[in-house]
């Protein structure tokens, strides 16, 4: 038995000097304004293993009104939801991101980023794609306002 899901995830970013993403520290001229850590790539993939399973979404699972979730390793969150995917039956088989930003620039820090999820998720990174793109300067994306992440995931039951 296998199930898909989808997860998509918008900050808005401002002047800084970097950001977390996929659990690796990537320096840049700007930094994400979130209630958690704002790593927004595990935000996106804990919103497709829940989508996956029809489990509801991370706003549900870890409110932001909820003071317990301030400044939350999104790491850590998205290993829970791993465990609760795994009590359902089903673990990742493989996952396809794909990142929007003007910066930072993705490619030289790909595989690790790769090899940081694939670590959480306990997942061969062969197993974990991570794509990035820039809208050609469009749009609130493009004139580097935020950051989105979209993500595709493959649920296996074990
Ligand atoms: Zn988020």
Request: with cysteine; net charge negative.
């Amino acid at each position: 038995m296998i199930r898909i899901g989808q997860g998509f995830d918008v900050h808005r970013v401002e002047p800084g000097d970097g950001m977390t993403l996929g659990g690796l520290w990537v320096p840049c001229r700007y930094q994400i304004v979130a209630h958690s850590d704002g790593d927004i790539v595990f935000h996106a993939i804990m919103d497709a293993m829940l989508g996956s399973l029809a489990l509801g979404d991370i706003g549900q699972l870890f409110p932001d009104t909820d003071s317990r979730f301030k400044g939350a390793d999104s790491a850590e969150l998205t290993r829970e939801v791993r465990r609760l995917c795994l009590v359902k039956g089903y673990s990742v088989s493989n996952l396809d991101l794909t990142i929007l930003c003007e910066e930072p620039k993705v490619g030289p820090v790909r595989d690790v980023m790769r090899q940081c999820i694939a670590d959480v998720l306990e997942t061969p990174p062969d197993q974990i794609s991570v794509k990035a793109t820039t809208t050609e300067r469009l749009g609130s994306l493009g004139r580097g306002e935020g950051i989105a992440v979209m993500a595709s995931v493959l649920m296996r039951a074990h």
